[in-house]
Each structure stands twice: as structure tokens, then as C-alpha cells.
């Protein structure tokens, strides 16, 4: 594990995960990892990373739709995830 926030899922096929990378490194505005972040509404981000936000590529309806349709189901051997 990365960091305790963090959950490795494999709800993601190797392809789809690829070809996500290479949309984000083709795009490349990375943010600065700073708190002053133009891309945000309020222009601040409490918790800068070096990351590029969906709205930016035009797939936040898409990436959206991914985390509302995968969702935890908890069993008696531990916690499944599985698509609706």
C-alpha cells in the first residue's frame, strides 16, 4: 500500500489503464503541487499533488459515472468490489 488512503481495486482493465496513462501524459498540464491552484473554483487546493483534474481532458462525466456504477459489497470472507 501506497499510503492507508489508498486502495488497490483491480476494477480496471490493464488496456483501460494505458490508455488513461497515455491520455494524461499526452495532455501533460500537470498541476505544480502547490495550494495556489488556477483549475479550482475557489482557486485553492488544500491538499496539493502533482495531478491533472478530469474536467481538464473533458472526461469528468465519464470518470464520474465509473464511481457512482463500482460500489463495495461487503461479505462475510471481506470486503468485494463489484460492478452493479
Known amino acids: 500500500m501506497p499510503c ?3 486502495y488497490w481495486v483491480p476494477w480496471m482493465s490493464m488496456r483501460f489503464c494505458s490508455e488513461w496513462i ?4 499526452a495532455f501533460g498540464q500537470w498541476s505544480n503541487r502547490s495550494n495556489n491552484d ?5 482557486g485553492y487546493d488544500a491538499v496539493p ?3 491533472i483534474h478530469m474536467i481538464q481532458l473533458g472526461l469528468e462525466r465519464q470518470w464520474l459515472h ?8 461487503s461479505t ?3 470486503l468485494h468490489w463489484l460492478l452493479p
Open 4 to 6: 492507508p488512503d489508498v
Open 22 to 25: 497515455a491520455i494524461m501524459e
Open 38 to 42: 488556477k483549475r479550482l473554483e475557489s
Open 49 to 51: 499533488i502533482r495531478d
Open 66 to 73: 465509473i464511481l457512482k456504477e463500482v460500489r463495495p459489497s
Open 76 to 78: 462475510g470472507d471481506g
